[in-house]
Every structure is written in C-alpha cells, then in structure tokens.
C-alpha cells in the first residue's frame, strides 16, 4: 500500500490549504478503517489532526475544530484536509494515514504516507 501525499507548503498566517493523499496498492475499500492525518511539530511528538471512518463519522483535535475540515473520496481512495485560518503554530509535516483490515494476516494495519511540510509564516 502507498500513500501519496500533496498540498503542503509555505502559506501566511490566516491563509488556507488542501492537503490530498490518494492510496493505492492492495488496498480494498471495503477493508478501510478509517483515514486521517497526523502532524508532528518541531520538537513534538506526532499528533492527530482528525480522522473520518468507514461510514463518514469524523473527530478532531480540538485546535483543528472549526478551522479543519477532513473529508474522503471512496471512488479515488482519497483523503482530504482544508485547512483555514491557519496559524504559525499549525506548522509541522503532516501524514496522512490509512488504517486497513488485511484479510490474509486478519488484523487492522496502518499505513504512513512520507509526510508534507506546512509552514505557515509571515
């Protein structure tokens, strides 16, 4: 499975940007878990941005709230993030991640995209 992701970038504080990641490889749909995206910061521990899961249900980290928005495309296996009114402190490489049933090992897996970089800064 592979996870290519895109959007990140050098933005103002109070702009906006749309992260894309679109999976492929022996990836099932049906076996989908959910999708999400995760940013470590300078210094910190990777975190979770939000996710949405197989039926639509989505959570957020509460500094994302309002500002975020996570959404997916079953047909391209595709997972979104807009992000507005962003802040210098939203600056980190953010990844995208799938997590997916396999049926031959019979357990839940996550996969990692390799990350893009979102600075937000005047």
């Known amino acids: 499975v592979q996870l290519q992701a895109s959007g990140g970038g050098l933005v103002q504080p109070g702009g906006s940007l749309r992260l894309s990641c679109a999976a492929s490889?022996?990836?099932?749909?049906?076996?989908?878990?959910?999708m999400g995206w995760y940013r470590q910061g300078p210094g910190k521990q990777r975190e979770l941005v939000a996710r949405?899961?197989?039926?639509?249900?989505?959570n957020y980290a509460n500094y994302a709230k309002g500002r975020f928005t996570i959404s997916r495309d079953d047909a391209r296996i595709t997972v979104y993030l807009q992000m507005n009114s962003l802040k210098p402190e939203d600056t980190a490489v953010y990844y995208c991640?799938?997590?997916?049933?396999?049926?031959?090992?019979?357990?839940?897996?996550?996969?990692w995209g390799k990350g893009t970089q979102v600075t937000v800064s005047s």
């Open positions: 991640n799938v997590n997916h049933y396999n049926d031959w090992k019979r357990v839940n897996e996550d996969y």
């Open positions: 490889g022996n990836i099932f749909r049906a076996n989908i878990n959910h």
């Open positions: 949405i899961t197989s039926n639509g249900s989505t």
